[in-house]
């Protein structure tokens, strides 16, 4: 059974940063493309960024470069770096796999001065 846990979210104010950390009970982790998706208050969630088992990676537009998305397959865990955040990153964020499975409680990022 797959199981995600999301870390790393708070309340940080315009321009700054926060890592996001999310632990993963994947059984072939290393060949698994993860996902870090987002759902801000009234909206849908929203694919942010994703990384292949061999590093690459996909953003969307709204966080290419100000989001790093990263990956430790020994320790089965992925990564989002966040900097020069703004008001609109407020939201949930998730992490999930592909195909995609249950969803965790998430993590929330506050994004306010």
């Known amino acids: 059974q797959v199981q995600l846990l999301e870390s790393g979210g708070g309340l940080v104010q315009p321009g700054g940063s926060l890592k996001l950390s999310c632990a993963a009970s994947i059984s072939m982790f290393s060949t698994t493309t993860m996902v870090w998706y987002r759902q801000a208050p009234g909206k849908q969630r929203e694919l942010v960024a994703s990384i292949a088992g061999g590093g690459s990676a996909y953003y969307t537009d709204s966080v290419k470069g100000r989001f790093t998305i990263s990956r430790d397959n020994a320790n089965k865990q992925a990564y989002l770096q966040m900097n020069s955040l703004k008001p609109e990153d407020t939201a949930v964020y998730f992490c999930?796999?592909?195909?995609?499975?249950?969803w965790g409680q998430g993590t929330l990022v506050t994004v306010s001065s």
């Open positions: 999930n796999r592909v195909p995609l499975g249950p």
